[in-house]
């Protein structure tokens, strides 16, 4: 057996936001379980960006759907970590109670659409710097009050015309360099530009772990959800950095190919994914064989 050195990235494991939004919900279904009134605990959306962990609270009970309508009046029902749009929390509440609805948006995320909110409110012009079709800033889209722009590339912020007053804001999992270029791009041309960095901590702490990394590692295994946004920031800083990357979201999907000549490895991990997948992996690659219950998923 070939022996390797497994170097884990540190951070790893739930960040902050995604913990607290998993113990939350986790407490809601158990004592929806206990319970003999047959009322379940609904999401609306995967409650975080890792199918695994999904899988794991679905078995427990939780019942993940994708309209409201197939939400039950009168049931639990939990607003996910990405958030939501105030449009959408008023339904849930209209629908189900104020008091069955768990709101565990990130306070990360929150501050984002409050600086949203903030900046609409101020007479800004709003440009969210992220994906538009990540449920996180579509509520921030949401929270903003007002028409928003959403730009995920250098190239469409370099298209925006020139503006008198515009506030700008990060999704949470975005790179610092894509804010600095961004900002540097609208300096220029805009009188009254007004940026708020609401990049994560945790989100920047893992980016630069793997940056750190890739210099002394002949292979980098990133696990995550496909989904996961942070996930892939990960993902494109190490092969950004010239490193052989293999990108799993669990045990199962190791390559014994890709390992092949491997001596030194690092693993790293999104926000979203739990500490028990990361081990599985670990324990997977130091015994060249699927840990058992992997199987299938």
Known sequence: MLEREIEVVSPT???FGVKRAIESLEKRVEECVETADGVKVYSLGMPIHNPQEVQRLTRKGL???DRIEDIPPGSYVFVRAHG???????NLVARCGAANVTDATCPFVKNAQDKAAFLSGEGYEVLVLGDPGHPEVQAIVGCAGCEVMVASSLDEVEALNARDK????????QKVEFLAAATAILVPRTRELRVFNTICGATTQRQEA????TSRIDGLIVVGG????????LV???????CDVLWIEHAGELSTEWLADKTRLGIAAGASTPDWLIEEVKHAIETSQEPRGMEGL
């Open 63 to 65: 019942k993940v759907v």
């Open 236 to 242: 494109e800083i190490a092969r950004g950095n010239q």
């Open 13 to 15: 494991g739930f960040c």
């Open 84 to 90: 939501a749009p105030p449009s959408l929390k008023e």
């Open 210 to 213: 793997v940056r750190d990394i």
């Open 226 to 233: 496909r989904n996961s946004a942070n996930t892939t920031k």
């Open 166 to 173: 515009l506030g700008v804001i990060c999704q949470t999992t």
